[in-house]
C-alpha cells in the first residue's frame, strides 16, 4: 500500500461542556483511510464513534490535533470551506441524512446531484446507473414507504454515492436489518468500492460483519486499543 492516504487524523481529540465540565469524547485519535479501503470502527455505545464519522466527514471540527482530507487541512478551514469539500467528495449514510419521504427513490438520488451541484444535463443517466448498481432499477418510482426496510437502505447507499464521493461514511449501516440483508448490503459495499473507487468508513456492532473489513479499528473510551 504505497498510495497516499485519501485520510488521516493526527492526535485528534474532541472534548464537549458537559454540565461545566470538560468531557473528553476523543482521546488522541490516530488514523488513516486509504483509498479503495473498506474500514470499520466498533466500540460500546458511547466510545466516541459518532463522534469521529462527523469529524472525519466535515461536520464537526476537533478540539485539539489534525485532520487532513486530501491534503486539506479539516481543522483549520471554516464551516464554508469544509461543506464545499463535504458536498463534492464525501457521501453519507446516516438516520440524519434518511430518503425524503414524499420523493421515489429517483428522486431522492437526484436531489443528492442537485445538491452537489452536479450539472441537471448528467442527472438522468447517473441517477439510473446508481439505482442499478444497488439493484433497484425496476422500484425506481416507488417512494421509501412502498420499499422494504433492505430496499431503503440501498436507495440510501444509490443516494449517497451518486455525486461520486471518494469517501462514503455509514453510522451502523446494517443494525435496522437483519443477517441475510446486512449481507447483501456489505456484498454492495464491496462492489462499489471496486466500481466507484470509493473509501468507505463505517461503524457497527456487528462481529460478523468485520470479517469483511480491510482494516478494524477498535474504539474504547474515545481512543483506539
Ligand atoms: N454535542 C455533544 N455534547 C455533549 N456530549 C456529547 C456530544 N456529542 C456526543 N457526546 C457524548 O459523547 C459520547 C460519545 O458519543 P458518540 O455518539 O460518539 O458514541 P457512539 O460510540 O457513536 O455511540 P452509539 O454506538 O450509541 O452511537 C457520549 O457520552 C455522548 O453523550
Known amino acids: 500500500m504505497n498510495a497516499e492516504p485519501l485520510l488521516k487524523t493526527e492526535s485528534v481529540w474532541r472534548t ?27 466500540g460500546r455505545s458511547g466510545s466516541g464513534k459518532t463522534t469521529l464519522l462527523n469529524l472525519i466527514g ?24 469544509r461543506t ?4 463534492k467528495e464525501i457521501g453519507f449514510i446516516f438516520q ?3 430518503l425524503m419521504p414524499l420523493l421515489s427513490a429517483y428522486e431522492n438520488v437526484e436531489l443528492s446531484l442537485r445538491m ?9 443517466k ?3 446507473q446508481c439505482l442499478d448498481l444497488v439493484g433497484l432499477s425496476k422500484r425506481m418510482h416507488h417512494r421509501p414507504f412502498e420499499l422494504s426496510g433492505g430496499e431503503q437502505q440501498r436507495v440510501a447507499i ?15 449501516p446494517t443494525a435496522e436489518l437483519d443477517s441475510q440483508m446486512s449481507a447483501q448490503v456489505m456484498s454492495l459495499f464491496q462492489t462499489i468500492i471496486e466500481t466507484e473507487q470509493v473509501t468507505i ?23 483506539f486499543h
Open 96 to 98: 440524519a441524512y434518511a
Open 84 to 87: 464545499k469539500v463535504r458536498r
Open 126 to 128: 447517473r441517477v439510473e
Open 158 to 172: 444509490a443516494k449517497a454515492i451518486a455525486h461520486k464521493p471518494s469517501l462514503l461514511l455509514a453510522d451502523e
Open 201 to 223: 468508513c463505517m461503524t457497527t456492532h456487528d462481529p460478523t460483519i468485520l470479517e469483511v473489513a480491510d482494516h478494524v479499528y477498535e474504539m474504547v473510551d474515545g481512543s
Open 58 to 81: 466535515g461536520l464537526d471540527t476537533p478540539t485539539k490535533g489534525q485532520i487532513m482530507f486530501k491534503q486539506l487541512p479539516f481543522h483549520a478551514m471554516s464551516d464554508d470551506e
Open 16 to 42: 464537549f461542556q458537559v454540565g461545566g465540565q470538560p468531557l473528553h469524547v476523543l482521546k488522541g485519535i490516530e488514523m488513516e483511510l486509504r483509498p479503495q479501503q473498506l474500514v470499520m470502527l466498533r
Open 116 to 124: 452537489a451541484g452536479v450539472p441537471s444535463g448528467t442527472w438522468k
